[in-house]
């Protein structure tokens, strides 16, 4: 089976279903290109009776990347840790967000008590030597605070489903939108990808300094010192943990969510073979997403994509196996 048209199509064409992503129904593998893979992974539902084959629809921009949300924090250093009680009074934002807020980013509809002066305890007692201030004063003249330069707003965060930072709106744009000039698609995808990789190194860094707690059997995650107490875990053994997560220190995927995706090194050859799962790499969907769509492959995840394998020919392979 051949491929012929992908590189014949004009752009829009090709562009339309490099953006097709498939998502499968009954589990949430993700794939990159204009056809779904034919490695046997599947979990889904009644996945047996398909020898574990995926069965593939088309895909969208939340299932190339989507932002895990944690409760804001008001007072990080006196109060971090949510109640049981609570958890409907206290809004739930993207934690990735949350990391810039208690870094530094200042939003109006998100404040958080900023301080001069260390919170001490002694002897179980929290002793806060900052004076009591109002909302309002710590809503407004903090915002020259923020020294880091990485921390300012241009992490992809969509708010309240209105106002789109630029790197989804990139991303969204890379998906859906028919450009008729080759260039112009490869340079959104150039500057999607940059925008990406910007994202995940400025939060690695923000997490140096601000801790990030991670459920050890669920997805949850918590940005501050400790994790909250909302009795929430569905995961396995909750009921020995009264429902309350099991809190450890997160680690920068729990907090972008980043899908990985098998990479796709021949966009013209025929569907990733079962048979040749092991020479293929993984890489996060939106990276793989814009290398499809043009962008240099970044050093950093050359060899997640296994490029110094040598991936032989599906009828090679019962020979060198
Ligand atoms: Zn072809
Ligand atoms: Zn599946
Ligand atoms: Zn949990």
Same mark, same amino acid.
């Given at each position: 089976?051949?491929?012929?048209?992908?590189?014949? *199509?004009?752009?829009?064409?090709?562009?339309?279903?490099?953006?097709?992503?498939? *998502?499968?129904?009954?589990?949430?593998?993700?794939?990159?290109?204009?056809?779904?893979?034919?490695?046997?992974?599947?979990?889904?539902?009644?996945?047996?009776?398909?020898?574990?084959?995926?069965?593939?629809?088309?895909?969208?921009?939340?299932?190339?990347?989507?932002?895990?949300?944690?409760?804001?924090?008001?007072?990080?250093?006196?109060?971090?840790?949510?109640?049981?009680?609570?958890?409907?009074?206290?809004?739930?934002?993207?934690?990735?967000?949350?990391?810039?807020?208690?870094?530094?980013?200042?939003?109006?509809?998100?404040?958080?008590?900023?301080?001069?002066?260390?919170?001490?305890?002694?002897?179980?007692?929290?002793?806060?030597?900052?004076?009591?201030?109002?909302?309002?004063?710590?809503?407004?003249?903090?915002?020259?605070?923020?020294?880091?330069?990485?921390?300012?707003?241009?992490?992809?965060?969509? *708010?309240?489903?209105?106002?789109?930072?630029?790197?989804?709106?990139?991303?969204?744009?890379?998906?859906?939108?028919?450009?008729?000039?080759?260039?112009?698609?490869?340079?959104?995808?150039?500057?999607?990808?940059?925008?990406?990789?910007?994202?995940?190194?400025?939060?690695?860094?923000?997490?140096?300094?601000?801790?990030?707690?991670?459920?050890?059997?669920?997805?949850?995650?918590?940005?501050?010192?400790?994790?909250?107490?909302?009795?929430?875990?569905?995961?396995?053994?909750?009921?020995?943990?009264?429902?309350?997560?099991?809190?450890?220190?997160?680690?920068?995927?729990?907090?972008?969510?980043?899908?990985?995706?098998?990479?796709?090194?021949?966009?013209?050859?025929?569907? *990733?073979?079962?048979?040749?799962?092991?020479?293929?790499?993984?890489?996060?969907?939106?990276?793989?997403?814009?290398?499809?769509?043009?962008?240099?492959?970044?050093?950093?995840?050359?060899?997640?994509?296994?490029?110094?394998?040598?991936?032989?020919?599906?009828?090679?392979?019962?020979?060198?196996?």
């Amino acid at each position: 089976m051949h491929f012929g048209w992908a590189k014949d *199509l004009t752009i829009i064409c090709l562009l339309i279903y490099l953006a097709k992503l498939g *998502l499968l129904r009954f589990c949430f593998e993700v794939h990159i290109g204009h056809v779904g893979h034919e490695i046997r992974t599947c979990t889904g539902e009644k996945s047996g009776f398909r020898s574990a084959t995926h069965i593939w629809r088309k895909g969208s921009v939340q299932d190339v990347v989507f932002f895990p949300k944690c409760y804001h924090l008001y007072d990080r250093a006196v109060k971090p840790r949510v109640g049981h009680d609570e958890k409907h009074d206290i809004p739930r934002i993207p934690a990735i967000l949350e990391l810039c807020i208690q870094a530094g980013v200042d939003l109006e509809k998100y404040p958080t008590k900023r301080r001069t002066k260390p919170v001490y305890n002694i002897e179980g007692r929290i002793v806060d030597f900052e004076s009591v201030k109002e909302m309002n004063e710590v809503k407004t003249g903090l915002s020259t605070r923020s020294s880091d330069n990485f921390v300012k707003s241009d992490f992809g965060i969509e *708010l309240e489903g209105t106002s789109k930072s630029s790197f989804l709106r990139k991303l969204s744009n890379t998906l859906d939108q028919q450009y008729e000039v080759d260039t112009e698609v490869r340079q959104l995808s150039i500057q999607t990808l940059d925008s990406w990789l910007e994202m995940v190194s400025g939060a690695k860094k923000i997490m140096e300094k601000y801790m990030v707690q991670t459920c050890g059997y669920c997805p949850e995650v918590q940005v501050g010192p400790k994790g909250h107490k909302v009795r929430m875990c569905r995961a396995s053994k909750h009921q020995s943990r009264n429902g309350l997560h099991a809190w450890q220190e997160a680690m920068i995927d729990d907090l972008v969510g980043p899908n990985y995706v098998w990479h796709v090194r021949d966009l013209e050859a025929p569907p *990733l073979d079962n048979k040749l799962k092991r020479y293929y790499g993984k890489v996060p969907a939106v990276v793989e997403l814009c290398v499809q769509a043009g962008a240099p492959i970044p050093d950093q995840y050359r060899s997640m994509m296994r490029l110094d394998v040598v991936c032989p020919d599906s009828d090679e392979v019962d020979l060198v196996a």
